[in-house]
């Protein structure tokens, strides 16, 4: 079946083409509605395959629609827009670009009915959100951006081989539910685990995340995970395992959450946190529990944009970011710390606020099941979450010790983004009917009755209670300058040993799968990757010589270049390599 | 800079907002006893579980937290060296 609409995909990936000509407010206007269309496509588009191809005797799926990919559909959409929007005044091409090419992967991989296009996306996805962490252009981001895409290859490497086996087994592309039985599924369950930040496989996320700049982290905490959330309910629903890797995930991050002194940091455990809350809806897998878990993304995508939001806005107008140099921002930011205070009673589930709605989903779906230890676990985890995100963010931030910085409340953009965010936050809370609608399964399930309002407000207000005790009688752990050690110690510090160890598994992996790789793959995959390699290199070199860098200045920047993206071990997709040229391009130009 | 607000300056008013929060816990605590209860789990039938458990809930983590913090915590340029 074929459509006269353009997939989202492709909007994006080919809209992102045009921003870095445009200026002033036509740039603005036009960068807005690229993610306007995607939606308007996704509002009109048919139910089925549509968007279907013949390519080299395989099926390419670019549009599969059922209500669960539609839904990720639509908050993707919503998400880039408001993104978009708080990031309207940035003056760097490179961060529009990625960002919007970033969001158009995404959507790729959550309407990608076949494996060739879905992985085509996902490493469009990983190379685009690298260059969101590298755009603040320091040391530090861009040495943390270079093992965000080192694990990503990684992880990019177990789902291809896992692909590839389950291609050569089932003798097709398509996918849908696969389930935990064999090597080839094992495999693919490895990539997607990586991708939702999965312990232990989830250290790149507070590594990378919090390198960010204040705008291009609201991008990164939406995408690459719960696009992976999305694939695991799609492929492994039901994977008892998911419960228990689930449960360690909502317990374990929490404590970080509490040591960290970096907001940002602080708000990427708590995603972890939050995953975990949907990997367990996934494992246990009941038609209760994956609608709670697909409700939890999308509201969690919400308000996780709106926290990391607020926490931008802080760092855009102080410069700061760290619980022991920030306090007291009240007084002159009040519409911030307002909707901080929205996102961060959403996220602590709250009734009246998105959190509750979609939370208790999964929490009742663990009652259902009988299973006393993760119900446990989850309402201890709940009761953690309030005390982290939903008090200590916006306490240490806003109130706290005054620090006395009097920065204002950021530009009307910025604002306005975290208002329509807050706003869709509390909407949700109160009216949660249009978002039931939409799940992939039938509702029949109701939030607010006496028993549960009063028992969740008790949970969470004895354990405001705590924390008032705790902070009133000294106890409470100080806010240090400080680093807490996770697993990326284990690649980071124990050093070149380490390295190359890592380097022969990522080459071994790679044999491994390209032995067995189908021709067409082996031969495009490794022309692309030349030729982006060559491409970037001949295209900045020249554009170099033309500026007029010369000798050692000229290798300078060929260094920066290899050193900050390249590596030339980037084993970039068929196709991708287009769009990744291009944002080498405004990246060498910016 | 036009106005800024400054209302947790005063201690008074730091006060009435924990006394209002204290009252809360009490009438939250007897709202209990005004609802239909749908317990999960048979311990879920004594009065307050919720309450109790997310006071204790949120100690440990405090108190676990501090311990974690002796294994785990480097000074900021420990990646550095």
């Given at each position: 079946m074929t459509s006269n609409m353009v997939p989202p995909a492709i909007i994006f990936i080919l809209g992102s083409f045009l921003i870095p000509f445009l200026k002033g407010k036509t740039k603005s206007i036009y960068m807005l509605l690229i993610p306007v269309a995607a939606f308007y496509v996704l509002m009109n588009i048919p139910q089925g395959n549509i968007w279907t191809f013949e390519f080299w005797g395989y099926n390419l799926i670019l549009g599969r629609i059922d209500k669960l990919s539609i839904i990720f559909g639509y908050i993707f959409t919503i998400m880039t827009f408001l993104g978009v929007l708080f990031a309207l005044?940035?003056?760097d091409d490179l961060q529009h670009v990625a960002a919007i090419i970033y969001a158009g992967a995404t959507l790729g991989v959550v309407l990608a009915g076949d494996f060739l296009s879905l992985y085509l996306f996902w490493e469009v996805m990983a190379v685009s959100s690298t260059f969101l962490i590298i755009a603040s252009r320091t040391r530090a981001s861009r040495q943390a951006g270079l093992r965000y895409i080192l694990v990503h290859l990684i992880g990019g490497l177990f789902l291809l081989a896992g692909i590839v086996l389950y291609i050569q087994k089932t003798e097709t592309i398509a996918f849908d539910y696969i389930g935990l039985s064999g090597i080839e599924s094992y495999l693919i369950f490895i990539g997607i685990a990586l991708n939702a930040a999965a312990?232990?496989?989830?250290?790149?996320l507070p590594d990378a995340y919090p390198m960010g700049t204040p705008t291009s982290t609201v991008f990164l905490s939406a995408f690459t995970t719960k696009s992976a959330v999305y694939l695991l309910i799609r492929t492994?629903?039901?994977?008892?395992l998911l419960i228990w890797i689930g449960a360690f995930m909502v317990f374990v991050p929490i404590f970080y959450a509490v040591l960290e002194n970096d907001i940002r940091r602080v708000l990427a455990y708590s995603l972890l946190n939050q995953i975990g809350f949907m990997l367990v809806g996934i494992g246990i897998g009941t038609q209760l529990a994956l609608n709670g878990a697909v409700a939890h993304a999308f509201c969690h995508i919400l308000y996780k944009g709106l926290l990391f939001m607020a926490a931008g806005s802080v760092l855009q107008m102080t410069g700061k970011i760290k619980c022991t140099e920030i306090g007291g921002l009240y007084k002159t930011m009040p519409l911030t710390c307002l909707f901080c205070i929205v996102g961060a009673a959403s996220i602590s589930a709250f009734p009246l606020f998105s959190g509750f709605v979609s939370k208790s989903m999964i929490v009742t779906a663990t009652v259902n099941e009988k299973m006393v230890l993760v119900y446990l676990i989850l309402q201890f985890a709940s009761a953690g979450v309030f005390h982290h995100a939903g008090i200590k963010v916006p306490f240490f931030t806003f109130f706290g010790h005054d620090s006395g910085i009097r920065a204002k409340d950021p530009s009307w953009n910025m604002t306005l983004a975290m208002g329509i965010a807050a706003f869709a936050c509390i909407f949700i809370g109160v009216f949660p009917g249009p978002l039931y609608n939409l799940l992939p399964f039938i509702v029949d399930y109701i939030p607010y009755t006496g028993a549960h309002v009063v028992g969740q407000l008790q949970l969470l207000m004895f354990g405001a209670l705590a924390f008032a005790l705790l902070i009133l009688s000294g106890y409470y752990p100080p806010e240090i300058k400080s680093i807490n050690l996770d697993v990326d110690w284990t690649y980071r510090k124990i050093g070149r040993g380490a390295y190359m160890v890592l380097d022969h598994g990522l080459n071994a992996i790679n044999r491994v799968s390209e032995s067995s790789l189908m021709t067409f793959v082996k031969g495009f995959a490794s022309f692309f990757n030349r030729a982006a390699a060559n491409l970037a290199l001949f295209v900045s070199v020249n554009i170099w010589l033309v500026l007029g860098y010369r000798d050692k200045r000229l290798e300078i920047k060929k260094n920066r270049l290899y050193n900050d993206i390249l590596q030339g071990t980037l084993p970039i997709g068929i196709g991708a390599a287009v769009a990744i040229s291009f944002i080498l391009l405004v990246f060498i130009l910016t | 800079m036009k106005k800024e607000l400054?209302?947790?300056?005063?201690p008074k008013n730091v006060k009435k907002l924990l006394i209002i929060f204290y009252c809360s816990l009490v009438i939250l605590f007897i709202a209990e006893f005004f609802i239909v209860p749908h317990p999960a789990f048979s311990f879920e039938h004594v009065k307050g579980f919720s309450a109790v458990y997310g006071f204790f809930s949120c100690v440990m983590l405090i108190f676990l937290a501090k311990i974690l913090r002796l294994i785990v915590m480097k000074k900021e340029n420990y990646y550095d060296k």
């Open positions: 005044k940035v003056k312990i232990p496989l989830h250290a790149w492994f629903p039901g994977a008892d | 400054s209302i947790f300056d005063n």
